[in-house]
């Protein structure tokens, strides 16, 4: 089974400021899931990747195969890009699409 | 452009009551996963169906069930409810099977058992 960690569990940023989420998983994958969710809410998918780097607006996300570790950014962050952020990777690792999550990391961004 | 649709968006049972839960896949979405969030946890994947069949199973209780239909939508079917089972209940659709592709996630169902 695949192990999934995520740093920092708590992230308090001032508007403006450039954000780093950490993602490191055990066992080899085909693509790791960026999701977001809000307080009370549902999950909404920001990237898929496999490799190198996919930028979406603000959110930049990059993926070293090799060292089974992916990053989140997020470019002058704004108050409504507090929520928390979960990488989800293959629950086996290779092909199969069940998922198991990251902890999450609770950013808030202070205006 | 349609997304996944949850049905209920909210449920309140008492111990011991049955709760079904409805997911409507993105259309042409041939494959539906079912992932269960407890409070302050990480999701847990359940069950997962790709054309109808069951293609995975996780920690799924036996007193849940599950099953995709003709159209692909989907139902979680839950018996004896415990108070252990309040949790936001979300399901995630897919245009195939397998970690190639993306998976689009419904805004969930919130249950409390009471």
């Known amino acids: 089974k695949n192990e999934v960690e995520q740093s920092p569990q708590n992230l308090t940023a001032q508007e403006g400021e450039f954000i780093t989420i950490n993602c490191s998983y055990s066992v080899g994958i085909s693509a790791l899931h960026w999701l977001q969710q809000h307080p009370g809410g549902g999950i909404v998918s920001l990237f898929m990747l496999s490799s190198g780097k996919k930028k979406h607006g603000r959110l930049i996300a990059t993926i070293n195969i090799q060292e089974k570790h992916s990053s989140l950014h997020i470019t002058a962050s704004h108050p409504r890009d507090s929520a928390v952020y979960i990488c989800a990777v293959p629950y086996y690792g290779g092909s199969q699409g069940n998922l198991i999550f990251g902890k999450g990391t609770k950013l808030s961004v202070k205006p | 452009a349609a997304g996944v649709i949850q049905s209920p968006r909210h449920l309140i049972k008492e111990k011991r009551e049955t709760a079904t839960l409805k997911c409507y896949p993105i259309p042409r979405h041939d494959t539906v996963y079912w992932y269960q969030q407890g409070p302050g946890q990480d999701p847990q994947f359940l069950i997962s169906?790709?054309?109808?069949?069951?293609?995975d199973k996780g920690s799924i209780p036996d007193r849940f069930s599950a099953q995709q239909f003709s159209d692909y939508h989907s139902e979680l079917n839950m018996s004896s409810l415990e108070l252990g089972d309040s949790a936001l209940y979300f399901c995630a659709s897919s245009l195939g099977f397998g970690n190639s592709y993306e998976q689009y996630f419904g805004p969930g169902t919130r249950l409390t058992v009471t």
């Open positions: 169906f790709y054309e109808k069949m069951q293609s």
